[in-house]
């Protein structure tokens, strides 16, 4: 595939082909739906590339496989949809503990449970406060469109690498199955020395290293965390978000992901019938882009949390505003597949008409 080649593609394919543009080497999977295209394509391109494509025989074991690939600093990732990442999550804090530079992608469906294989956006809490035991976090990108898809994915490798820690690409399945052109780039291939110091090679030339998560000496896992926690605060330096007819609004609407890009049809339609309403999206969940939400506060501007789930991006939102607004919530509850005039509606009920 040629660099600058526009291509009709599902979400789904684009965050297999980002994956192949960033060097990914190796990828380890199991089927579940929305997210099979991923897996569908990889397993014919990594090993054409020379790379290798592992189906394992649970979600349990390729989220170790992962681990294990990561900790040898190969450019690795794995795919799976909700009740799937929800049996990835010990490899995954175990990852995080180890600071092992993993791709995690959740094309969310409904739940709780088994629920439906329509779109959710239910993973939130699970994306953004971890996931698993124990105090760590996740770089949490979330696109929109299937350009996103690619870019992120092939931009979350190198983030991976740069914070030696899990970055999660959270989709949802409009993004996996809907089809759109996308501009493609020239293929990144991994830097051979990009792991040098500290991944596992057999102490080829040096001594042995240990890379781990448990740390039995007084004090020292105390110091890990707070090691942690100062990536975690790096971090906020990838912070990144979308601003949509903001300057004049008088309400901003806050959605992220695709329920974002049905809000911004909304938002065209009722501006034309003169309502002042804008859009703030999010485009990472974590580090929360609570700095630039909190510079839209002005007196008189409202708020409005639209999520397909019960509740949970709206509490970021209302800590965001720092008491000095709050944000009403629209709940799109996961089964239902929602329209723009959807949002006239409550969009209507905040203005207070």
């Known amino acids: 595939m040629a660099s600058g080649d ?104 409904g739940g709780p449970g088994l629920g439906d294989i329509g779109p ?76 040098r110091d500290w991944s596992l090679d057999g102490a080829v030339g040096r001594g042995p290293r240990l890379l781990k998560s448990l740390f039995l000496q007084d004090g020292a896992l105390a110091d890990q965390n707070r090691m942690l926690q100062a990536k975690y605060e790096a971090m906020r330096a990838e912070v990144r978000w979308e601003c949509f007819e903001t300057e004049d609004a008088e309400l901003v609407v806050c959605a992220y992901g695709t329920i ?21 999206r999010p485009i990472t969940l974590y580090p929360f882009p609570s700095e630039a939400l909190a510079k839209l506060v002005k007196p008189g501007r409202k708020f409005l949390t639209v999520e397909q789930n019960l509740g949970q991006m709206v509490e970021d939102v209302r800590l965001s505003l720092c008491g000095l607004a709050t944000s009403e919530f629209f709940s799109i509850y996961p089964g239902n597949l929602p329209v723009p005039d959807d949002f006239d509606e409550p969009i209507a009920r905040a203005l207070g008409l």
């Open 6 to 109: 526009k291509l009709f593609l599902k979400g789904n394919e684009a965050i297999a082909r980002g994956a192949l543009a960033a060097g990914c080497q190796c990828f380890f999977g199991y089927p579940i739906t929305p997210q099979n295209d991923i897996p569908e394509y990889l397993s014919k391109a990594l090993p054409d590339r020379g790379g290798a494509f592992v189906q394992a025989e649970s979600e349990v074991a390729a989220a170790n496989m992962l681990l294990g690939a990561t900790a040898c600093g190969v450019r690795a990732m794995t795919s799976s949809s909700s009740p799937g990442i929800s049996l990835k999550q010990e490899a995954i804090s175990y990852m995080a503990g180890s600071e092992l530079p993993a791709i995690i992608v959740n094309m969310n469906r």
């Open 120 to 195: 959710s956006q239910g993973d939130y809490f699970q994306s953004t406060r971890g996931g698993g035991h124990g105090d760590y976090r996740l770089l949490v990108l979330a696109p929109a469109t299937c350009q996103e898809a690619y870019d992120l994915t092939r931009e979350s490798f190198d983030l991976a690498f740069q914070y030696r820690n899990p970055v999660m690409i959270l989709g949802d399945a409009i993004l996996g199955q809907m089809k759109e052109p996308v501009l493609t780039a020239p293929d990144r291939p991994a830097d051979p020395a990009e792991a």
């Open 260 to 280: 974002a890009r049905i809000a911004k049809s909304a938002i065209r339609k009722l501006r034309k019938k003169g309502l002042k309403v804008g859009l703030f």
